[in-house]
């Protein structure tokens, strides 16, 4: 099956800082690709829609400036969480397509903001 | 706008019993619909999927069913064993919403020995 990678799998920064999560198709491209929060005992929130050579959509209430998300290649997405605050601490997950009807996930990253 | 909901939020029950887990979802133009794994702190592993067209699949232990017309999915854990622990989600992939799947909250379950 198709296999995305997400990387790193756990950060733990100081207040302020900048984090960049990665997330690379495999074996397959992806066009689009997605970028769910969760936080503790919540299911899956969809942040923005990443997609390949163009801007990312982002769901109501997303600060765009807060998570930067870039795709500049058919196999990469990232996730850049701008100047990181304890508030943004959380289990982040990114999704690709493969085909018309199968979403893979990453193994996610838990984010510590100190 | 797509709503999917599980019921219950949580479920604790003993070893070797069997159980369901229910899903609805409020639109039924789905075009197939997902059941998932989720152990604590870690992505998603995909358990089911069902086809919009198909009623049920089953995959050892676990069967799902698919009642679209009435918005409704069932996951059956058949000699439930404390290595199913986990949280179980049910997403729809929409018709009309691209590759895009809507997640409900989630059932936490807890098998005990």
């Known amino acids: 099956g198709a296999v995305v990678s997400q990387h790193p799998s756990r950060v733990i920064c100081k207040s302020g800082t900048s984090v960049k999560i990665e997330c690379r198709s495999l074996?397959?491209?992806?066009?689009?690709m997605f970028w769910y929060r969760q936080f503790p005992k919540k299911s899956l929130m969809l942040m923005a829609t990443?997609?390949?050579?163009?801007?990312?959509?982002?769901e109501q209430g997303v600060e765009k400036d807060k998570f930067l998300i870039n795709h500049a290649s058919l196999t990469l997405s990232t996730l850049t969480v701008t100047s990181a605050h304890p508030e943004d601490s959380s289990f982040y997950i990114c999704s690709a397509p493969s085909g018309q009807t199968r979403l893979f996930f990453g193994s996610g990253t838990q984010l510590s903001v100190l | 706008k797509q709503e999917v909901t599980q019921i219950p939020a949580a479920l604790s029950v003993p070893e070797g019993e069997n159980l369901v887990l229910n899903c609805s979802f409020t639109d039924s133009a789905i075009y197939n619909l997902q059941w998932f794994r989720q152990d604590p702190g870690k992505g998603l592993t995909s358990l089911l999927l069902?086809?919009?067209?198909?009623r049920e699949q089953t995959s050892g232990r676990l069967n799902a069913s698919l009642d679209k017309s009435s918005g409704r999915s069932t996951l059956y854990i058949a000699a439930s064993q404390p290595g199913d622990s986990a949280t179980y989600l049910c997403a729809v992939f929409d018709s009309n919403a691209g590759n895009m799947l809507t997640f409900g909250g989630g059932t936490r379950l807890m098998v005990k020995p």
């Open positions: 990443s997609n390949e050579g163009s801007k990312a959509t982002y």
């Open positions: 074996d397959f491209q992806a066009t689009t």
């Open positions: 069902i086809q919009s067209s198909q």
